[in-house]
């Protein structure tokens, strides 16, 4: 693929021109169309992006790291939308007959579908500018502009708890994000002592001369980004607003939240460690990371046992993850490459999980999963990809996650790390037990009550789009692609883990 | 000049913390945009005058009327005029807030100099209205309260900024400011929601969701 000087424009301008109109289109199907169009080409845009040139005198850039984020992203996103519009013609039918809140004791609207589909694209578009951001404050600018186009998703079906997960999503993640402007500051400040004056922040000049920094600058300069960005990421203690907004908000924009934007904010955090890196300064920051990915596994498990909302459920399981990621960064080594791998995975199977996840909450109306039973004859194909679904996210044996996680493991051992491996491997299969005791149950038995005729409970628009994903896991954690190979290996080579 | 600003700003944020008056805090905000503004004028660096117009004109614009007035449109359409009951009242609130002030100073003595004892000032200012805002969040049960108090986090992280005459270029702080508004504009709609579906907007009701 020759290099094309309009790739990196069309990936960010494509989703904000469409997500622009379709504020304005009145016409439903035709808003659903400009939704999934723009997801392909943004998709296509994405697989082609190998040396895209930089643009806007290097502000836009990408390499190797920001191209298999945004391709993530992107297939994340086209899968994502196409099992929203299945979800938005079904709420649009139960929202003519009227659904009622008991709790609420009124009618539930739900906020316009041209709003939520603006933003959803907007969302792209935001998504997209941080992984080609090649400027630490255009970095800022972007992740914050995530938060913002995403909050008024989780708010969409305007019920009392899902006000409160928004209202503290976007407290939090603004909180979060403004402590890395500080952050970002200070870098700036750091880079005060390079000969000839200040540097632009952009991020290839600041590797150059990364040797030459203040360290006592920089060191703060990191914590303040780490803090800031691993806010957003959901790295514990600060991950609180995390299970509120991925559980209330519809089920394709909590695949969209955990797969794809809390990637980008672990984008923000390897920047900075990249800078690190290149000033000689790489071990204080792997302790951090190390530090951070274990407390927000163990705070992660510590509630993932006896969680009684399963959606809660897998928003705690990516904060476990998201902790893997940290982890795995942070060991460093053949550990990085894992890292990027289990990104990928993480990814595409808790995409998977929270689509089928929403099959299951509009079958059953409940998100207790104590009050769920025998979903295997209510709802056999749903029921399959979610048992097929749990066995993935826990990293077992033919599904991609259990080569990445294994990868991590060995490496930590290979270091000698082993109170680190220990402790992994002790959250791991705690996990494991506690998500199985809650998922198995809701699968088998017999079921409590018959919700809905049979005919209208699986229509294919919202069991394709998971299977696909199901598929893609197994493939990769059979046969890996030479393209995605080279590519994990280049995203670890530029974090700095030996292959 | 410059010190006089600083000490102005300083004042403010005590004046913030001991008020309960969301009108009065909200106009309070509204003093610290139009200060933080004048900054980069009185620096007198090598900067192109159009970018330092650009952004003076713009940050007073913003962060001076623009969300003042977003914020006191929230407040009237909540019907919320008065943060009655904080967790910590409003004469201890003080005393922490001097606490904040010598913790500023202290860091910023510790911190390593390039050169003059200006930007000395500038962050021991900067970290205590950082302070200052997350103290108020923590603090007050009103989602508009909680709001000021990120105004307040913010416009420390951009004294910072402005006063270590960070090289940064003018399209990503009109980023940040843009961003900022639009968070506030976004925060204001939900208090209007949040004041309609609970009849309050007492934060530390929000708590259907645990665990």
New interface residues.
């Given amino acids: 693929m020759f290099p094309n000087p309009l790739t990196i424009p069309a990936l960010v301008l494509v989703p904000l021109i469409c997500g622009a109109a379709s504020l304005m289109i009145r016409s439903d199907y035709l808003r659903r169309i400009v939704l999934i169009s723009a997801a392909a080409i943004h998709l296509f845009f994405a697989v082609t992006s190998g040396h895209a040139p930089a643009v806007l005198s290097g502000w836009l850039a990408l390499d190797a790291l920001g191209q298999l984020f945004l391709c993530i992203v992107s297939v994340l996103f086209l899968i994502a939308s196409i099992y929203g519009v299945g979800y938005l013609a079904r709420e649009k039918g139960t929202a003519k007959q009227g659904l009622f809140d008991a709790e609420l004791g009124t009618l539930l609207v739900n906020s316009p579908e041209s709003l939520l589909t603006g933003c959803l694209l907007f969302f792209l578009s935001a998504m997209t500018l941080v992984c080609v951001s090649n400027h630490l404050g255009l970095l800022w600018v972007a992740i914050e502009a995530t938060t913002l186009a995403s909050a008024p998703m989780i708010y969409f079906h305007h019920r009392r708890q899902s006000l409160e997960a928004a209202w503290k999503y976007l407290l939090i993640c603004s909180i979060g994000i403004a402590l890395a402007l500080f952050g970002n500051f200070l870098l700036a400040v750091s880079t005060s002592t390079v000969h000839g004056g200040e540097l632009p922040l952009l991020l290839d000049q600041l590797l150059r001369n990364a040797s030459s920094f203040h360290p006592q600058w920089l060191k703060p300069a990191f914590i303040f980004l780490l803090v800031g960005y691993g806010t957003k990421m959901g790295l514990a203690p600060l991950h609180t607003w995390l299970p509120d907004a991925h559980s209330e908000s519809p089920s394709f924009v909590s695949a969209l939240l955990s797969g794809a934007l809390l990637n980008c904010a672990f984008l923000g955090i390897l920047r900075a460690q990249q800078i690190l890196t290149a000033a000689g300064l790489a071990f204080f920051g792997q302790e951090l990371l190390v530090g951070f990915g274990l407390l927000s596994m163990g705070f992660a498990a510590a509630f993932i046992v006896q969680q009684p909302d399963y959606k809660r459920m897998l928003a705690y399981s990516s904060v476990e993850h998201m902790g893997i990621l940290a982890l795995g960064v942070g060991l460093g080594g053949t550990a990085v490459f894992g890292a990027m791998f289990h990104a990928v995975n993480h990814s595409l199977t808790k995409g998977m999980l929270f689509l089928i996840a929403g099959n299951i909450l509009s079958v059953m109306r409940t998100k207790t999963a104590s009050d769920i039973r025998g979903l295997s004859r209510l709802i056999p194909f749903t029921a399959a990809l979610w048992m097929a679904g749990f066995l993935a996210i826990t990293g077992s044996p033919p599904f991609g996650t259990f080569l990445s996680e294994f990868t991590i493991l060995k490496s930590a051992l290979e270091q000698g790390h082993y109170i680190v491996a220990i402790a992994y491997l002790l959250i791991l299969s705690v996990v494991f037990i506690a998500m199985a005791s809650i998922i198995v149950r809701m699968v088998q038995g017999n079921p409590l009550r018959n919700p809905e005729p049979r005919a209208s409970r699986e229509p294919w628009l919202m069991i394709l789009p998971p299977l696909f994903l199901c598929m893609l896991i197994v493939i990769l954690g059979l046969y890996m692609p030479p393209a995605l190979e080279r590519l994990l290996l280049d995203a670890a080579t530029v974090i700095g883990g030996a292959s | 000049m410059l010190d006089m600003i600083f000490v102005l700003l300083i004042l403010t944020g005590f004046v913030f913390l001991g008020s309960g008056r969301l009108q009065f805090g909200i106009r309070t905000l509204a003093v610290q945009g139009i200060l933080l503004g004048l900054i980069p004028l009185l620096e007198g660096g090598s900067a192109w005058w159009g970018r330092i117009s650009a952004l003076v004109i713009l940050s007073i614009g913003i962060k001076g009327f623009a969300l003042p007035y977003f914020l006191t449109r929230a407040m009237r359409k909540s019907n919320v005029l008065h943060e009655d009951n904080p967790f910590l009242g409003f004469t201890p609130s003080m005393l922490v807030g001097i606490l904040c002030l010598g913790g500023s100073f202290w860091l910023a003595s510790r911190?390593?100099f390039?050169d003059s004892s200006q930007p000395q000032m500038a962050v021991a200012v900067s970290l205590f209205n950082?302070f200052v805002g997350?103290f108020v969040?923590i603090s007050r049960r009103k989602?508009l309260t909680?709001?000021l108090g990120?105004l307040v986090?913010?416009n420390g992280?951009y004294i910072?900024?402005v006063a270590?005459t960070?090289?940064?270029?003018l399209?990503?702080e009109l980023?940040?400011l843009?961003?900022v508004f639009?968070?506030v504009f976004?925060?204001g709609i939900?208090i209007f929601?949040?004041s309609k579906?609970?009849d309050h907007i007492d934060?530390d009701q929000?708590?259907?969701?645990v665990?």
Wanted: proline share 5%.
């Fill in positions: 911190l390593p390039l950082v997350l969040i989602a909680q709001v990120y986090l913010e992280v910072f900024g270590f960070v090289n940064v270029p399209l990503v980023g940040v843009l961003d639009v968070a976004v925060m939900m929601h949040i579906s609970f934060t929000l708590s259907s969701l665990g």
